[in-house]
């Protein structure tokens, strides 16, 4: 699958250590940021894209009978 076809782009390469915080279960801080579950997840989310990470293709039947493919990102997943 050709890169323009995902989200983001691979922006960064390399390693970057990022500190996680749960409380019950939930991310509630990144890098030592809290904030609500909501927001740390799109913060990491932002994070681990510029990674190129959590890209996957999916490959599956159409509506009309022919295979579709599409291209997807869920970084912070």
Known sequence: MPEEAYPSQLQK???????????????????????????????LNDLASLYAIGRDIHVGDTIVGMKGRVGFEAAAA
């Open 13 to 43: 390469e390399g390693k970057e250590q990022v500190k996680l915080a749960f409380k019950k279960g939930e991310l509630i801080a990144v890098n030592g940021k809290e904030q609500s579950s909501e927001l740390a997840i799109q913060q």
